[in-house]
């Protein structure tokens, strides 16, 4: 091993909306000490995603690969359906695509991400 994994880092036009969003999906409070205005971390339970100011982003087109979505987050969930309602409330909105055990979404800067569910 050469080394271990710090933070999965996600550029966004506004860190601190966009960390708030996460936070609240994830359960994951907002570590003000490592955070600025272009930079702004949540983390617990071993886990740490950043939030890095790109004002120009341009975000995906999913499922259009003219800009693709480059990463994406699954979080695992219980009961779908409250679990959409409530990112939809936070922001997100639905994209193309689902298969079996999963739903696609856009968070509010345009990332993909899934919500994965199991039967």
């Known amino acids: 091993?050469?080394?271990?994994?710090?933070?999965v880092v996600i550029d966004c036009p506004d860190p601190r909306s966009l960390a708030t969003f996460y936070s609240e999906l994830l359960g994951l409070p907002v570590d003000d000490g490592a955070s600025?205005?272009?930079?702004?971390?949540?983390?617990?339970s071993g886990h740490r995603l950043a939030f890095q100011a790109a004002p120009a982003l341009r975000p995906p087109t999913w499922p259009d690969p003219a800009v693709p979505q480059q990463l994406h987050l699954d979080v695992q969930v219980e009961d779908i359906e409250a679990a959409?309602?409530?990112?939809?409330?936070l922001g997100a909105r639905?994209?193309?695509?689902?298969?079996?055990?999963?739903?696609v979404?856009?968070?509010p800067a345009g990332h993909p991400?899934?919500?994965?569910f199991v039967d």
């Not at 050469?2 to 933070?7: E, M, P, T, V, W």
């Not at 959409?84 to 409330?89: Q, T």
């Not at 639905?94 to 739903?103: A, S, T």
């Open 1 to 7: 091993m050469i080394g271990q994994l710090r933070s």
């Open 36 to 44: 600025d205005d272009t930079w702004v971390v949540i983390a617990g």
């Open 84 to 89: 959409e309602s409530r990112v939809l409330a």
């Open 94 to 103: 639905r994209l193309p695509g689902q298969g079996e055990g999963f739903r």
């Open 105 to 107: 979404y856009a968070d």
């Open 113 to 116: 991400f899934c919500l994965v």
